[in-house]
């Protein structure tokens, strides 16, 4: 690590200390905790508050046409609403996703929580504006809450509408997306030159490369952070589920392995929301309860670390 390095993550850590401080709503344990309102942060750019539980779609709303398949997707996305859900995160590359996350909408009562992300993926800046306004239709929403560009594709380009269309109205918040610890370095420069209001990376118990600059970065810049693969798409299941939960789980109102990995994430002070992908009613449920109850402070997060880790 630089001098540069070091101060980065200095200063980044003090300022977001300080701002998770002023900004983290802390619910009560739980008992009470399951009816409470969720948890929210505040997007740094505007402080409007978003869940700190969202959803993603990449393979679990790639369900194709079929009605009776879709409509277990509908009940998915009810029971997300119904226990205060926010942010649904898709994009074009996810198949039929958006289409049925449309489907979806217009069959739900209340979808008034919802803050909608999606992605502009290719790599040609016109076709940009072809697909996000194909996603509009697909989704049924006049404009996106936020519009992310997809791994970096053509970010140049995208991004150059983007600043366009957010100036007119016409999106209200743009970001950039990663996965996998891929590109962090042309992340990182993005982020440090251009003003962008979100970032999506990759962040779990297991995948903590983010921790190092990218969370100080956007902390310094005050860049909402959105996290995905919180489970490493089912891994964390696989390899840790059979094992009991820490004796402290149940200091951080953790019933399950699923809110111990969400809590894990969501009390980094940079990080905004973490964005779960499911196809089932039962886990969705599981995963909202993230949004109640304690969250872990850094002695708890550190021993959930190496208790992991010994497994
Ligand atoms: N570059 C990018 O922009 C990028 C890259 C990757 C991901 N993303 C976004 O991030 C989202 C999340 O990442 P991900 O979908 O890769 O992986 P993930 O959310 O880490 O894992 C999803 C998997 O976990 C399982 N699961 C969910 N809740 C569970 C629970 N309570 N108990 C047991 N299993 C559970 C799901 O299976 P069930 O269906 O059986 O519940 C699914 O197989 C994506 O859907 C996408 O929206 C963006």
Redesign the pocket.
């Known amino acids: 690590m630089t001098d540069g390095d070091r101060d980065l993550t200095r200063r980044a850590f003090l300022a977001s200390v300080a701002a998770a401080g002023a900004a983290l709503t802390v619910g009560p344990p739980s008992g009470a905790a399951a009816k409470a309102a969720p948890l929210t942060r505040p997007i740094p750019a505007t402080g409007e508050p978003v869940p700190v539980i969202g959803?993603?779609?990449?393979?679990?709303f790639d369900v194709g046409g079929s009605t009776r398949v879709r409509d277990t997707r509908v009940e998915v996305l009810e029971a997300f609403f119904e226990n205060g859900g926010g942010m649904i995160?898709?994009?074009p590359?996810?198949g039929s996703s958006e289409e049925v996350i449309g489907y979806c909408l217009r069959r739900l009562p209340d979808t008034g929580s919802l803050f909608s992300a999606t992605?502009v993926w290719t790599p040609f800046q016109w076709h940009g504006v072809k697909q996000m306004e194909a996603s509009e239709a697909l989704w049924g929403e006049d404009r996106f809450d936020l519009m992310?560009i997809?791994?970096l594709v053509n970010w140049e380009g995208h991004l150059e509408t983007l600043l366009e269309w957010k100036a007119r109205g016409r999106v209200r918040y743009i970001g950039i997306?990663?996965?996998?610890g891929?590109r962090h370095r042309d992340f990182e420069a993005v982020m440090a030159a251009h003003p962008i209001d979100f970032v999506?990376l990759?962040y779990?118990v297991l995948d903590r490369e983010a921790e190092r600059r990218l969370l100080p970065l956007a902390a310094e810049r005050g860049q909402a952070v959105i996290v995905?693969?919180?489970?490493?798409?089912?891994?964390?299941?696989r390899r840790f589920?059979h094992h009991p939960l820490p004796p402290w789980a149940a200091d951080m109102d953790c019933a399950?392995?699923?809110q111990l990995f969400l809590k894990f994430i969501v009390s980094h002070p940079a990080v905004t929301c973490a964005?779960?992908?499911?196809?089932?009613v039962?886990?969705?449920r599981?995963?909202m309860g993230a949004a109640r109850g304690r969250l872990p402070d850094e002695a708890l997060r550190r021993r959930t670390i190496a208790y992991v880790e010994s497994l």
């Open positions: 959803m993603g779609s990449w393979g679990t995160d898709s994009s590359m996810y992605k992310q997809h791994n997306t990663t996965s996998h891929r999506q990759t779990n995905n693969r919180p489970f490493r798409r089912a891994e964390l299941f589920g399950n392995w699923a964005i779960p992908a499911t196809s089932r039962d886990h969705m599981e995963n």
